[in-house]
Every structure is written in structure tokens, then in C-alpha cells.
């Protein structure tokens, strides 16, 4: 006796247009954002005197790397004419320095100091503690242009303008940011290890110092690539306090070379050229750091 045959029928899985159009989305906003960045380098790789011949293109035009010479000074002043530039140059590596040594000293004073504030404001109990902090917080909502008169006038009343202390003090002490940053990541640390520590004998600074510390470097390393980033970029208070070669940061520099432009028309390849290179620091940077700085987020309870 033979069993009876069955058909099996194939069943078609739908189509998750949902996620095609999520993934063609998500495609779309990341070529609208990535643009910019490639047309910036497109530019700076674009021979100087080919750059208006074919504006269609998405490629560079008679590809060169002579604009990053130019920049970097490796050329003179004449054969830069020549190639149909304007000549000027920045002077990268004392602006490339500058920033540096100011980025350095803002982000060592700014976490040291934070972090200290931060853990008095998470674990220290003192008068009107939740009053002081609110007050504090209440700093974020004032925008930054606002105290950009009251610093600079007390700046320059102690004799520091064209100095890179001068540049880096309303930012080297502390931040409502980053002190609000730190003290979510000390109030998620298990205060039975503090105890535990204050039981063997230790003070608080011994507790801070050789306990705390140690349990909070993925929040202090956040916080130092975050202020890093946001000093690497700042452009209008270094305008204002420090016009000096000698402590022009790269974000100066590149606006200077901008405005020595004596044929009227900015030198787009050259700009573009160093703007790549000020970038760079920073963007790799956040590319060995990216994953860090989203699980400190995500630790802290940011949303």
C-alpha cells in the first residue's frame, strides 16, 4: 500500500520593504552627510588652474597633491602664482604646534579639575550641595557668545592676550558639561568600595585618587576626546584673544589664508588642502576612540 503523495509548496517570503526603505534611508543621510567631507578633499587633489573646468565632475581634475606643498610652504611663493594660486602659505607646523599645546592644556585642566568637582557634587555631603550643582547646571542653558565679552575683558585686564594661557583659561578649569558627565558616571560606581576603602584607613583624596579614578577611565577618556575635538575646532575666541603668529591655532591660520587672497577670489584648492590636514588629527582620533566614547555614553545614562 503506497502512501499518498503530497505537494509541497514553496511559500514566498514578503518583501520587508520596512527595511529597504530603513537601509535606503539610512544610505541617503550618510551620503548628504559624507558630501561636504569629499568634496573638501575632491578640491584640495584639483589641479589650482582646472578647478572651474569641470564643476560636474565628482572626481578631482588633473589630480596633484602640489596644493598640500603649497600649504605646507614646500614651494615658493612664485611657483604657486605659476599653478595658478595666490602665493600665500600657512605656516602649518607652528599652527599645528599651537593647537596641540592648547588642546593639551585645556583638556588636562578641564578633566583634572571636573573630575574633582564632579565627585564632590556625587559623593561629598555639604551645605546646599543640590542647590550649588542645580545653579551650576543652570550654565549650560547660557550660550557661550554671551560670556565672550565678560572673558575676553578679564583676560586682557591680566595681561594674558596672545598667550596660550590666555586662550585656554575660560575653558581649562571646568565646564558644567563635563562636570555633569562625571558625576553620572560616579553616581552609577558601587559605593561599597568606596566604604570599603574609608574602613582601611583612607582618606577621601587617597579614595578619589587611587580608587575612584582608575574604575572611571573610559568616562575620563570620553570626556578628554570630546573636549579635545571641541578645542581642536574652536575658531572665534582664539580669533579674538590671540592674533599673534606665534599662538595662531590652525582654525586661525586657515582664516587668515582665506583673507590673503590679493586676486580677489579665495584660493579654494589651497584652503581645501589644509583644511584636510586640520582634520585629520582629529578624525582619527574619534576612530580609535568612537566605540569608547558610545559605551561611556551608554554607561552613564545618557539617551
Do not use: H
Amino acid at each position: 500500500m503506497t502512501a499518498p503523495t503530497q505537494s509541497v509548496q514553496t511559500q514566498r517570503r514578503p518583501i520587508p520593504w520596512g527595511k529597504i526603505l530603513a537601509w535606503a534611508s539610512l544610505v541617503l543621510i550618510l551620503c548628504i552627510t559624507l558630501f561636504p567631507f569629499w568634496w573638501m578633499l575632491r578640491t584640495a587633489l584639483t589641479y589650482p588652474k582646472a578647478l572651474f573646468q569641470n564643476t560636474a565632475s565628482l572626481l578631482p581634475v588633473q589630480t596633484t597633491l602640489i596644493n598640500f606643498k603649497r600649504v605646507l610652504g614646500l614651494i615658493s611663493a612664485q611657483e604657486g602664482v605659476a599653478l595658478g594660486g595666490t602665493g600665500q602659505a600657512i605656516n602649518f607646523i607652528l599652527a599645528l604646534r599651537n593647537s596641540i599645546i592648547l588642546s593639551m592644556m585645556v583638556v588636562v585642566g578641564q578633566v583634572t579639575f571636573s573630575a574633582m568637582a564632579a565627585y564632590a557634587f556625587a559623593r561629598l555631603r555639604f551645605p546646599f550641595r543640590n542647590q550649588i550643582f542645580a545653579i551650576y547646571i543652570a550654565a549650560l542653558m547660557v550660550p557661550g557668545i554671551v560670556m565672550l565679552i565678560p572673558n575676553f575683558v578679564l583676560v586682557r585686564s591680566l595681561n594674558l592676550t596672545n598667550t596660550f594661557l590666555g586662550v585656554a583659561l575660560p575653558a581649562m578649569l571646568m565646564t558644567p558639561f563635563a562636570v555633569f558627565f562625571l558625576r553620572q558616571f560616579f553616581l552609577g560606581i558601587n559605593r561599597e568600595v568606596e566604604e570599603a576603602a574609608l574602613i582601611d584607613g583612607a582618606d577621601v583624596p587617597v579614595v578619589f585618587f587611587q580608587v575612584v579614578l582608575p574604575m572611571t577611565v573610559p568616562a575620563i577618556s570620553t570626556l578628554a576626546v570630546i573636549t579635545f575635538i571641541n578645542t581642536w575646532n574652536n575658531y572665534l575666541w582664539p580669533l579674538v584673544v590671540a592674533n599673534e603668529e606665534k599662538v595662531r591655532v590652525l582654525t586661525v591660520a586657515l582664516g587668515v589664508f582665506r583673507s590673503q587672497t590679493p586676486q580677489g577670489a579665495p584660493d579654494w584648492t589651497g584652503l581645501m588642502a589644509g583644511t584636510t590636514l586640520a582634520i585629520i588629527p582629529t578624525f582619527l582620533l574619534f576612530i580609535l576612540m568612537g566605540r569608547k566614547i558610545l559605551d561611556s555614553i551608554q554607561f552613564t545614562g545618557f539617551k
